[in-house]
């Protein structure tokens, strides 16, 4: 069994589950968010895969 896994919707995933949890922190959260997706993409680690 092989397990591929991005980076990208494991962050979108932890965001979601801050935001869920933390409200008060969305903006934080975007804003990390996008600075992640937008090195990820610079830095071609987009095609990362674990396994």
């Known amino acids: 069994m ?20 933390m409200p008060r922190l969305l903006n934080y959260i975007v804003a990390i968010y996008l600075i992640a997706i937008g090195l990820i993409g610079l ?7 674990i396994g």
């Not at 092989?2 to 949890?21: D, E, K, M, R, W």
């Open 2 to 21: 092989n397990l591929h896994l991005g980076l990208t919707p494991l962050i979108s995933l932890l965001a979601g589950i801050l935001i869920l949890v």
């Open 43 to 49: 830095l071609g680690a987009g095609g990362l895969r």
